[in-house]
């Protein structure tokens, strides 16, 4: 059982940037896929940024490229979403998922996530 805990989300302003943390905790198997998905009001939990769980290898929604980076500790099991030059789109809570233990790949649906955080919010102002 993996538990995920998320760090960070504040109110922020238009063109400002904010790191988040998501710590995992309970698997000594740290080999398993992790993603940020965020989700609107109104608007269906969408996938936001993902990497693998035996590379440094990412993947980026559209909307995230060239604004937010995806990195990993491994020695501290925490995962970090940095955003840079935030939109009041960007408005959402966000959440950390991760994918079963020896499920590496990098997958962008939900249903491939086993865990999940209880969700950061995040809000920018115009």
């Known amino acids: 059982q993996v538990q995920l805990v998320e760090f960070g989300g504040r109110f922020v302003q238009s063109g400002g940037s904010l790191r988040l943390s998501c710590v995992a905790s309970?698997?000594?198997?740290?080999?398993?896929?992790m993603a940020w998905f965020r989700q609107a009001p109104g608007k269906e939990r969408e996938f936001v940024v993902g990497?693998?769980?035996?590379?440094?290898?990412?993947m980026d929604a559209d909307f995230a490229k060239g604004r937010f980076t995806l990195s990993r500790d491994g020695a501290q099991n925490t995962m970090y979403l940095q955003m840079n030059s935030l939109k009041p789109e960007d408005t959402a809570v966000y959440f950390c998922?991760?994918?079963?233990?020896?499920?590496?790949?990098?997958?962008?649906?939900?249903?491939?996530?086993?865990?999940w955080g209880q969700g950061t919010q995040v809000t920018v102002s115009s």
């Open positions: 998922a991760a994918r079963a233990p020896r499920s590496v790949a990098i997958t962008t649906t939900e249903i491939s996530y086993a865990y």
């Open positions: 309970g698997s000594t198997d740290s080999n398993y896929g």
């Open positions: 990497i693998s769980g035996r590379s440094d290898r990412t």
